[in-house]
């Protein structure tokens, strides 16, 4: 695992899921951590949960990144306590199931807010202190839907497509600056991830499960990706293959493959879901 130089990783979305996995293979990694989340109290019972070394200079921030000017502010929350942030793992991110004519436009906007403007901005403003400190790592979090145009899906997926390729461009324009760039691309992961999105069909959410990847195994894939300065890496032997043989497929052909396998395990498609 990297070693902390100068400052702390801050990482989003870190109440439950992934992000909790993150910061805690972090800090037993010898970390320092910024909790970021909209729940405090979960935030801080995270918080509370860490053992690490640096666990006693560990803080939480609560806030909804999905909001207008909420990467500069929570920035500036940073510079305010003197936190200096070395490490960036962009975590936080929300998915919307059902057919793209009926969700709602506020959620929709408040998904692409979170998963790809405030993305960025923290990229950028974060990114922006590394360079300047002469060193730094960002680990953003995709999906392997970013891979595909997905029904149903379409919005979200078309975020992570955008994680991917932002990522990649990124890492090009920092290379030689000391700042590295990771993406990481889980598939399915058992985590609330689908309920929260609106996903109602029996069918699908066992099928997600049983072929879903563990919260922790995603993080240390990703965390792996990092510390050897890889571009992207998939998480799992078996969204790897599936990736590969996925990439085979016209990319026309792969919606209507995707719609047809959907509509069988969900005969009406759930409604409009919510932020994850």
Do not use: H
């Not at 666990?55 to 003197?82: N, Q, V, W």
């Not at 996903?199 to 195994?217: D, H, N, P, T």
Request: aromatic share 6%.
């Amino acid at each position: 695992m990297l070693e902390p130089r100068y400052g702390m990783a801050l990482v989003t979305g870190a109440s439950g899921g992934i992000g909790a996995e993150f910061a805690r293979l972090l800090d037993r990694a010898g970390w320092g951590l910024i909790l970021v989340g909209r729940n405090a109290s979960r935030l801080e019972a995270a918080r509370g949960s860490l053992t690490g070394r640096l666990a006693g200079k560990s803080t939480a921030i609560a806030a909804d990144l999905s909001a207008p000017g909420a990467a500069e502010a929570l920035r500036g929350e940073c510079l305010r306590r003197g936190l200096a942030v070395e490490l960036l793992v962009n975590n936080a991110g929300a998915g919307l199931f059902g057919p793209s004519e009926q969700q709602d436009p506020s959620k929709v906007e408040s998904m692409l807010g979170l998963n790809v403007l405030a993305l960025t901005s923290l990229c950028s403003l974060f990114g922006r202190d590394m360079r300047a400190a002469g060193g730094g790592r960002i680990l953003n979090v995709g999906s392997m839907a970013g891979d595909y145009a997905l029904p149903y899906f379409a919005a979200y997926a078309a975020s992570k497509s955008y994680v991917l390729s932002y990522s990649l461009a990124l890492r090009a324009e920092l290379r030689g600056s000391g700042v590295g760039v990771t993406c990481v691309l889980p598939g399915y992961v058992r985590t609330n991830f689908d309920e929260a999105a609106g996903i109602k069909s029996e069918a699908y959410l066992s099928f997600s499960s049983s072929a879903g990847m563990s919260a922790e195994r995603v993080a240390a894939a990703g965390l792996r990706a990092l510390e050897s300065d890889r571009p992207l890496a998939v998480a799992g032997a078996a969204n790897k293959a599936a990736a590969f043989f996925g990439r085979l497929v016209p990319r026309s052909a792969m919606p209507v493959l995707a719609k047809k396998l959907l509509d069988r395990m969900a005969a009406a498609p759930a409604a409009p879901g919510s932020r994850a």
